[in-house]
């Protein structure tokens, strides 16, 4: 994650630094409406830097980061070359990574303490806690089975990464190649059950977290209905 944030920075600058081809003065110049209109562009940049940099934890002295910015992109002497600055970012990023794979643990154990004092929460040996929805009549999978469910899944601030019922049909997934929250957690419901998981971080992706949308040692919560047991797999 730290590399791509870091290649989406540098990539990010280079295109606001291939778009100077404009001078400053020569934009001053511009109609009201279209000086407007680069306003509205310019805040676009910032909304969607910002929002990456606030993902990956970042902290700014803000007047620093935009002289840094303005005597770049207007062709000024800089403080760091950008082969220098890189490696600070790098630092920047690497720290801030770690900052945020502890915390987001921090919160998933104050989290699974608190909501394994609920009613109607189960914790097994491993840590994994679940909470039955709605009862099955049918028979519990085993680990080599594939099974069907719908599922939802979400972090632990409610956004929801991945439902099968947005897509509007259930999913397959062998027991055994997915996460371990999953492995022990759907071994523990009858086919026509629907269960609400809540998975650990060990359990689930850990400290490489998954792709854009789960973060490091995030903890997961899932509901899952269990449909059936695939055949001849």
């Given at each position: 994650?730290?590399?791509?944030?870091?290649?989406?920075?540098?990539?990010?600058?280079?295109?606001?630094?291939?778009c100077n081809g404009e001078g400053i003065t020569e934009k001053k110049s511009k109609a009201n409406d279209a000086n407007a209109a680069d306003a509205d562009t310019s805040y676009a940049f910032g909304v969607a830097l910002g929002s990456d940099f606030k993902q990956a934890g970042l902290r700014f002295d803000y007047e620093s980061l935009l002289q840094g910015f303005r005597d770049s992109?207007?062709?000024?002497?800089?403080?760091?070359?950008?082969?220098?600055?890189?490696?600070?970012?790098?630092?920047?990023?690497?720290?801030?990574?770690?900052?945020?794979?502890?915390?987001n643990r921090q919160k998933g154990v104050d989290f699974l303490a608190e909501?394994?004092?609920?009613?109607?929460?189960?914790?097994?040996?491993?840590?994994?806690?679940?909470?039955?929805?709605?009862?099955?009549?049918?028979?519990?999978?085993?680990?080599?089975?594939t099974v069907s469910v719908h599922y939802e899944g979400a972090l632990l601030d409610g956004?929801?990464?991945?439902?099968?019922?947005?897509?509007?049909?259930?999913?397959?997934?062998?027991?055994?190649?997915?996460?371990?929250?999953?492995?022990?957690?759907?071994?523990?419901m009858e086919v026509g059950s629907t269960y609400n998981l809540f998975i650990p971080s060990d359990l689930a992706y850990g400290e490489g977290g998954a792709g854009n949308?789960?973060?490091p040692n995030a903890t997961l919560i899932f509901k899952v209905e269990l449909l059936g047991i695939v055949e001849g797999q």
């Open positions: 994650m730290i590399n791509k944030i870091v290649f989406t920075l540098l990539l990010s600058t280079s295109v606001l630094f291939a992109l207007e062709g000024n002497d800089t403080k760091f070359t950008l082969e220098e600055a890189i490696p600070l970012i790098q630092a920047a990023m690497r720290e801030a990574m770690q900052a945020q794979v502890e915390q909501n394994g004092k609920k009613a109607g929460i189960v914790t097994t040996e491993s840590g994994l806690q679940y909470e039955l929805i709605t009862p099955g009549t049918g028979p519990k999978p085993q680990a080599a089975d956004t929801v990464f991945d439902s099968s019922y947005s897509r509007g049909e259930p999913a397959e997934f062998p027991l055994d190649q997915v996460i371990p929250g999953w492995t022990e957690g759907i071994q523990l949308f789960i973060p």
